[in-house]
């Protein structure tokens, strides 16, 4: 089992442009959290997808949308980025909404 | 206002030592706490939980309501603890919130 995986790697955009980060979840989990981590910071939630629905909601602007597939699998989205979008974005995953969560490598967003 | 405060950015201790890396949290209901580590070029994973109660490679924490609190300690520590530290607090009806983390140097 891979675990939690997300796509890219790494991503370099710039300011204005819009960004779709990818997140499969660990085989058997079917609720996705998405968070970002600036350096030096800890996870900081941005939302929760559970039955393709968006669940919960972090304090982050509507730039910041989401999608969860049949599959479980999760899209997050941010449009008109910011240099303050630089950041590592977490995907994790869980059996349900509030068990533990199990966390990919991230996706490093770098925002020239 | 933060919900969870791990005051110390770094706490750095010789190999044998002690260890207790400080977990602080505001929260009105009852809380469910987490310890999470992150080796070096690793990834993110879960040490401990409260409502679990065991040791997880030697680690403990103990949830104190009184003083809000939920320390992470070790009676000796190891170099291959050496790793970043974040508590988290599950509030319900959302997902995890994060300290900033706490570094935790093991020194021979």
């Known amino acids: 089992d891979a675990g939690v995986t997300q796509s890219p790697t790494h991503l370099i955009k710039t300011r204005g442009q819009q960004v779709t980060l990818r997140c499969s979840p660990k085989s058997g989990h079917d609720t996705v959290s998405w968070y970002q981590q600036a350096l030096g910071q800890g996870p900081q939630f941005i939302f929760q997808?559970?039955?393709?629905?968006?669940?919960q909601r972090g304090n982050f602007p509507d730039r910041f949308s989401g999608h969860q597939f049949p599959n479980y699998s999760s899209e997050l989205n941010v449009n008109a980025l910011l240099l303050g979008d630089s950041a590592l974005y977490l995907c994790?995953?869980?059996?349900?909404?509030?068990?533990?969560?199990?966390f990919g490598d991230g996706t490093r967003l770098s925002i020239l | 206002a933060q919900r969870v405060t791990q005051p110390e950015k770094l706490l750095s201790v010789f190999k044998g030592a002690p260890v207790e890396l400080k977990c602080n949290y505001s929260y009105s209901g009852s809380p469910e706490l987490f310890w999470y580590v992150q080796y070096s070029r690793q990834r993110l994973q879960l040490l401990l939980r409260h409502i679990s109660r065991e040791s997880i490679k030697g680690f403990t924490a103990d949830l104190n309501k009184g003083e809000t609190s939920f320390h992470l300690k070790k009676p000796f520590a190891q170099e291959e603890d050496s790793a970043m530290y974040y508590c988290a607090l599950h509030e319900a009806g959302t997902a995890l919130i994060f300290g900033k983390g706490t570094t935790l140097s093991v020194s021979s």
């Open positions: 994790a995953s869980s059996r349900g909404p509030n068990q533990p969560q199990h």
């Open positions: 997808y559970y039955e393709e629905e968006e669940r």
